[in-house]
């Protein structure tokens, strides 16, 4: 069997990551590609589309001109809830890039879309597939670490400010770098510790570095003007059995304790550090140890192809689900507590105050 996929948004990431990865996937055709820049949605159709495939610069158009059976929607935060809804209810199912939304509400209302449709709804959360976050969700989930009862959600860059699309306009995309890279480190930390059910949290946002002008960046300098979101935010979790995560986000820190979507876990038997190569720590036969895992790559019983790239592995895996009718390895209610989360964290921080969920 074959499924067509159409893109809604066809920028940075649809063509950086999404459609490589699908190109690899021989179950796939990638036949409908929409832009509000015209000339991006032919860029990639000339690189990844069938010979047929159509171009538009309405996603309305190309939902009720297009027999898809998979959307992959690649657009600015704040359009993800009413984007991928509409091609819910054309009969697709859909994979929106992370976040989910750029509101809890919008999320909820995606997750309800799925129900109400029964379309597969999943989020672009692909560090879930690296090698290193495999290995220790298993471990995790075989009970090696006993009951994780705090964790550290790291998300922190020293100068890597991006200064391209909207990611600095806070209307277009809800935040910085807590809802563009915290997302990611906030995720692997609940799916290792299993935990979706917060209790409150507390939160704050800095712009202690965005106002200066012409900073030394990776990408560039950025324009005070346009920078509207933060550019570092630090939150406290607690949930509801009592276990705790606290999160680190930035994108321009005076730090050289550097890292990105990686987690640290303490559990009442071992604890587990993914910082610097994965690491497991606890005591046997009263002594301490560390173990440092030095993994090898191994087989996918569903992909041949490069296992050493997460976002081949999430294609590969969403199409899989698609085609056997199996969960998605990111179920939309695990991405919608993500979410609620930092929606909370950015409430706390405008407050001063712990919100609760």
């Not at 690649?74 to 929106?96: D, K, Y």
């Not at 100068?159 to 990611?167: Q, Y």
Request: charged content about 25%; aromatic content about 8%.
């Amino acid at each position: 069997m074959t499924l067509k996929v159409g893109f809604i948004g066809c920028g940075g990431i649809a063509k950086g990551k999404h459609m490589p990865a699908l190109s690899e996937v021989k179950e796939v055709e990638m036949v409908a590609f929409c832009d509000i820049v015209v000339e991006r949605a032919e860029e990639a159709k000339e690189k990844f589309g069938t010979q047929d495939a159509q171009v538009f610069d309405d996603f309305k158009q190309m939902l009720a001109n297009t027999d898809l059976d998979v959307v992959h929607v690649c657009t600015p935060n704040s359009s993800h809830a009413e984007l991928s809804i509409a091609a819910m209810e054309a009969g697709c199912h859909v994979m929106c890039e992370k976040p989910m939304a750029k509101t809890s509400e919008e999320a909820r209302s995606m997750v309800e879309a799925s129900k109400r449709t029964g379309k597969k709804l999943t989020i672009g959360y692909q560090n879930r597939f690296r090698t290193d976050s495999r290995y220790l969700h298993e471990v995790c989930r075989e009970g090696e670490l006993g009951e994780i009862y705090f964790g550290k959600a790291h998300a922190v860059r020293r100068r890597a400010v991006p200064t391209w699309g909207v990611f600095l306009d806070e209307e277009a995309q809800g935040g910085g770098p807590l809802i563009d890279i915290g997302t990611h480190a906030l995720d692997l930390t609940l799916w290792m510790m299993n935990n979706y059910k917060p209790k409150y949290v507390v939160g704050k946002t800095y712009h202690a570095l965005s106002q200066t002008p012409n900073a030394a960046n990776a990408w560039g300098s950025w324009d005070p003007a346009q920078f509207t979101v933060e550019d570092s935010a630090f939150g406290f979790v607690v949930m509801e059995n009592g276990a705790t995560i606290f999160l680190e986000s930035s994108w321009a820190l005076n730090s050289l304790d550097t890292k990105e979507a990686k987690t640290t876990l303490c559990g009442t038997k071992a604890g587990a550090d993914m910082n610097h190569g994965l690491t497991i720590n606890g005591e046997d036969h009263s002594l301490l140890y560390e173990k440092n895992i030095k993994l090898q790559p191994g087989g996918a019983d569903f992909y041949d192809g490069d296992i050493e790239r997460p976002e081949f592995l999430e294609a590969n895996s969403w199409i899989n689900a698609i085609l056997n009718d199996a969960e998605p390895v990111v179920k939309p209610e695990e991405a919608l507590v993500v979410t609620e989360i930092l929606e909370a964290l950015y409430k706390s921080s405008k407050l001063g105050e712990p919100v609760y969920l």
